[in-house]
């Protein structure tokens, strides 16, 4: 079942900080988020495991609630390189099922 | 480096005109997937293989087929391409399918066009 991201869109300038959040109805063993550039392939962001784990790569990191079944994905003091389109993805004992993805556009 | 590889990553053809699409990995990874992702959309998966079981996905339209020759290689195959597939076909793969914390690394895709 495919999860559900909001928002489908933002906008923001440089520097500025965006949450992105994914949700599913069911259970989550694992949330996988990608940034995917215009006509290139998903780039692996990073993973999160069930136990409500929080990751960070640099200035973006993310958030796993089990219990609330969703994941967050925070973008701090936001950069041009930001921009693209964010998927999360779930996985249980099958492959991975994307969300519809949220398009992030960074201006000066 | 290890990674997957797609070719062409530009493919036109016509209408009806039978099409293949190229994968191989150097990840020596048990599973190769193919996703099909149209404009603003996500990814979706068609097929994927686990060594040389395939795994057809329910809605996946009959036109399309695949083969795996062997671990390092998988081919897409469109039968009789519409202009509904013209669309960006990504390949990946992964060691397994039912660990939640593996991950599937992506190729860069090939762009199909139907004329």
């Known amino acids: 079942q495919q999860p559900v991201q909001s928002p489908q869109a933002v906008i923001l300038r440089e520097g500025e900080d965006a949450v992105i959040n994914c949700s599913s109805s069911?259970?989550?063993?694992?949330v996988h988020w990608y940034r995917q550039k215009h006509g290139e392939a998903p780039i692996f962001l990073m993973i999160?495991?069930?136990?409500?784990e929080q990751k960070g790569h640099d200035k973006i990191s993310a958030s796993f609630n089990e219990k609330k079944q969703q994941s967050s994905l925070y973008l701090t003091a936001s950069q041009l390189s930001y921009s693209g389109t964010y998927f999360c993805?779930?996985?249980?004992?099958?492959?991975?099922?994307f969300g519809k993805g949220t398009r992030l556009s960074v201006i000066a | 480096d290890a990674m997957v590889i797609q070719n062409p990553r530009y493919q036109v053809t016509q209408f009806g005109k039978p099409v293949t699409l190229s994968c191989s990995q150097t990840?020596?990874?048990?599973?190769m997937y193919w996703y099909q992702q149209k404009s603003s959309q996500a990814p979706k998966l068609l097929f994927h293989?686990?060594?040389?079981?395939?795994?057809n996905e329910a809605d996946t339209p009959d036109n399309f087929q695949s083969r795996r020759p062997n671990t390092s290689f998988c081919f897409l195959d469109i039968r009789s391409p519409g202009l509904g597939d013209a669309a960006m076909y990504l390949c990946?793969?992964?060691?397994?399918?039912?660990?939640?914390?593996?991950?599937?690394?992506f190729g860069p895709g090939t762009r199909l066009l139907v004329l």
């Open positions: 069911k259970a989550l063993y694992s």
């Open positions: 990946a793969t992964s060691r397994d399918t039912t660990t939640a914390s593996e991950t599937q690394y």
């Open positions: 993805g779930t996985r249980g004992n099958t492959p991975l099922v």
């Open positions: 990840l020596n990874h048990n599973v």
């Open positions: 999160l495991l069930k136990g409500g």
């Open positions: 293989y686990y060594d040389k079981d395939f795994n």
